[in-house]
């Protein structure tokens, strides 16, 4: 990437990843930058659960099938252009995640912070662990269907009450690379002052 804006119009979502493997220095980056991004009283509340076992992987990734066939998919199919659900279908259900050689786990300790600034806190943390992964040339996904099995992951990775899955980020090398990423200009949703007076 040649800077920052660059790499911010270049974040795209991936679902089908190489078999390639990402070495552990490479995670640790990713990682890095995710602890640099701001939390609610710097309470930094994420913690990392770095998956590569590949049964654990597939047993994690599970969950996620069975929420898109649990009533994702029609939800999904209601809302997505044509496109968009196919991708989507091929992370989900057609394999894609199940390629990524890493699963990235991030819960938050609300104890460490506030449950109500979870979010606030915990997804500046991913949007800087995906911006330095397309930095890095890798693949990665947001991904949070299974967090309606928040206790099952609870339970496979051993994590304490306590601590809450709030995403899973496959992490690999690309198939293919992907263009800029599609969006309205920043005009057609800001207003000055006050809404309705156009920027």
Do not use: C
Request: avoid cysteine; hydrophobic fraction near 45%; aromatic fraction near 8%.
């Amino acid at each position: 990437m040649s800077g920052f804006f660059d790499l911010v119009h270049h974040q795209r979502a991936y679902r089908t990843f190489s078999d390639e493997p990402v070495d552990d220095a490479t995670i640790g980056r990713l990682l890095d930058a995710a602890v640099h991004a701001p939390s609610a009283e710097n309470r930094q509340p994420w913690e990392f659960v770095v998956v590569q076992d590949p049964a654990l992987r597939s047993s994690l990734l599970d969950f996620a099938e069975k929420a898109w066939d649990g009533g994702g998919r029609e939800f999904a199919e209601a809302r997505l252009t044509p496109g968009l659900m196919a991708d989507v279908e091929r992370g989900i259900a057609g394999g894609g995640y199940r390629d990524a050689p890493v699963l990235i786990v991030v819960a938050a300790d609300i104890e460490r912070g506030l449950k109500v600034t979870v979010p606030s806190s915990i997804f500046p943390a991913i949007q800087n662990l995906l911006l330095a992964a397309t930095e890095l040339g890798l693949a990665s996904a947001l991904t949070t269907i299974s967090m309606g099995f928040t206790e099952d992951l609870q339970a496979m990775l051993g994590l304490p009450a306590h601590v809450v899955p709030q995403a899973v980020i496959p992490i690999g090398h690309p198939v293919r690379p992907l263009g800029p990423s599609k969006r309205d200009p920043f005009e057609t949703h800001t207003h000055r002052d006050r809404f309705g007076t156009p920027w």
